[in-house]
């Protein structure tokens, strides 16, 4: 492919939008961690930094590789991505709550960010050598193992919120590969038999929060910072209170503000205005994304976007709906703006598969 040529189908707005978010993430995990005191909470800033500028060197390196070679490769990807994970199990890094999700390389990496990447490869590539049999079940059930053993995998870290993800990626994909209603049916059933088995391997801090959800009052210490939220983004009423000024992450009312309810932080700095904003730029993404699956070349293409915008749009629900209490806490990051090294360089990768599939696009 020509430099010339790259650069006229390479996509621009997609790429605006997601630089913005970022930006923007940067500029309010700062205000979140303004006058720390704590070493880790100081470092977030420019630890997200750093990683942003490798993770836009990782967009514009996966845009310049051709998706096809990359869906060439799965066999490696998945057997590294399960690697990954195994080493997790064996010698990984325990953090919050007793999860052991890390593996220390000199910096810290999350094996399951990457494995959201890879599982969007290594799935497209198997549903594109399989869509025009997904009317059997046999199809249909081999691309779900496909994705249960890494997510399994995820799941006794203990990582719920990752694990739900994975199963997301392998519906949309799935479906739009060809699943059928007949088949979602079956699932749902078999879906009603393993959830008290689940429930029973849920550590007993994702036991709560489930159960928090349901009856807030049953624990107060887990509902405090729920509340916390709620007031920050009330409080912030059309405009907000401006940036840095929001009384609840400034006095430190708020917990963990600068990862997983950092939207609560912009509502209450920004006011109604500046959450619809950021939803509005992630829309923009998601559908530039879409529009890359409606123009791609091939159905390895199409999955791949389908893959990447399911990924930005569930994760962007539920952030945002915990912070607004109409979801459970799952400690799923806000794409492009929570604090986290290895989540924000998975959706800039995500976003640059996209960019592969876009400027290889079949000529309208």
């Not at 990807?77 to 399960?82: I, K, S």
């Not at 994304?289 to 159905?299: E, F, N, T």
């Amino acid at each position: 492919m020509g430099q010339g040529h790259f650069w006229r189908q390479f996509d621009f707005v997609l790429f605006g939008a997601t630089a913005l978010l970022v930006i923007f993430g940067v500029l309010m995990i700062r205000s979140a961690t303004l006058d720390a005191i704590d070493p880790e909470l100081i470092s977030r800033v420019p630890d997200q930094i750093l990683y942003a500028i490798i993770g836009f060197i990782l967009l514009l390196a996966l845009a310049a590789i051709d998706y096809r070679l990359l869906g060439g490769l799965h066999v490696w990807l998945y057997l590294m991505m399960v690697g990954l994970l195994l080493l997790v199990l064996a010698i990984g890094v325990v953090g919050e709550a007793g999860a052991q999700r890390w593996i220390n390389v000199g910096i810290r990496i999350q094996p399951s960010e990457i494995g959201k990447i890879v599982i969007i490869i290594t799935l497209g590539f198997h549903l594109s050598q399989h869509y025009h049999t997904m009317n059997r079940l046999k199809s249909v059930f081999s691309s779900l193992i496909h994705v249960a053993i890494p997510a399994g995998m995820v799941f006794v870290q203990p990582n719920l919120g990752t694990t739900i993800v994975f199963f997301v990626i392998w519906f949309v994909m799935a479906w739009a590969a060809g699943l059928r209603l007949k088949h979602i049916g079956l699932f749902l059933l078999i879906m009603l038999v393993v959830a008290p088995i689940l429930w029973s391997q849920m550590a007993d801090y994702q036991r709560s929060r489930i159960t928090t959800f349901i009856n807030p009052e049953g624990d107060p210490d887990s509902f405090f910072n729920i509340l916390q939220s709620r007031i920050a983004v009330g409080s912030g009423g059309l405009v907000g209170k401006g940036y840095a000024n929001g009384t609840q992450s400034q006095l430190r009312f708020l917990r963990v503000r600068h990862t997983d309810f950092i939207f609560s932080v912009i509502a209450e700095e920004f006011g109604f205005i500046g959450g619809v904003v950021v939803m509005v730029l992630i829309g923009i993404v998601i559908l530039r994304i879409l529009r890359g699956a409606r123009m791609a070349a091939d159905p390895l293409g199409s999955l791949i976007c389908y893959g990447a915008a399911a990924i930005i749009f569930f994760q962007t629900t539920v952030s945002i709906g915990m912070n607004l209490n109409l979801m459970p806490v799952t400690g799923l990051t806000l794409p492009f703006i929570s604090s986290g090294g290895t989540s924000l360089l998975s959706m800039l990768a995500a976003v640059g598969l996209a960019e592969s599939v876009i400027v290889r696009r079949r000529r309208v």
